[in-house]
């Protein structure tokens, strides 16, 4: 899947208690139970901004990616903040 950010995407009050995109639907098992993201998700240079989560596990933009077939060119993620592990990520877990 081939997806193109077309603009700035503020998130400012917004709170998530799971992953935006691919998130794990059942948090109680340690592993993973949703779909794994694939492909490409260009940023064409916009950011997602104040992304705030808490939750257990596999918390980011993405819950959980394919690192042999994902990639994220031109994507900035900025400004967030993930208190189960301090900081943002665009993926909580890479397979």
């Keep these: 899947m081939r997806s193109l950010l077309l603009t700035l995407i503020d998130l400012s009050g917004y709170q998530f208690?799971?992953?935006?995109?691919?998130?794990?639907?059942?948090s109680n098992l340690s592993e993973f139970r949703g779909t794994v993201s694939s492909g490409s998700f260009e940023g064409n240079q916009f950011a997602i901004?104040?992304?705030?989560?808490s939750?257990?596990?596999?918390?980011g933009l993405f819950g959980k990616v394919d690192s042999q077939a994902w990639s994220a060119p031109g994507l900035r993620v900025?400004?967030?903040?993930?208190t189960e592990i301090g900081t943002i990520a665009v993926a909580g877990t890479r397979s």
Excluded: F, M, T, V
Aim: one cysteine or more; proline letters at 0%.
């Design 55 to 59: 939750g257990a596990s596999y918390l």
């Design 78 to 82: 900025g400004e967030g903040i993930c």
């Design 17 to 26: 208690d799971r992953a935006i995109i691919a998130w794990d639907k059942d």
């Design 49 to 53: 901004l104040s992304i705030s989560i």
